[in-house]
């Protein structure tokens, strides 16, 4: 993880970021591939422990679309 506040990116091992942030998009998270091996959040201002919970199991969600999508390409 990298940036300060809210505003945090997650460093991937495995790129490329931009296929990250397709599928969390799909999933409802507001994110941005700010590298081509990091997706920055960009979470409300205001928000619960439910929320964060929710975005996490969204971010899981895309994350195994994503190892999905590439063991379909292979």
Known sequence: ????????????????????????????????AVASDAVRFAPPLVLTDDDVRDALDRWDLACADVVAARAEGE
């Open 1 to 32: 993880m990298r940036g300060r506040g809210l505003l945090l990116a997650a460093v991937l091992t495995q790129g490329p970021a931009a296929d990250l942030e397709r599928a969390a998009r799909g999933r409802g998270l507001i994110v941005n």
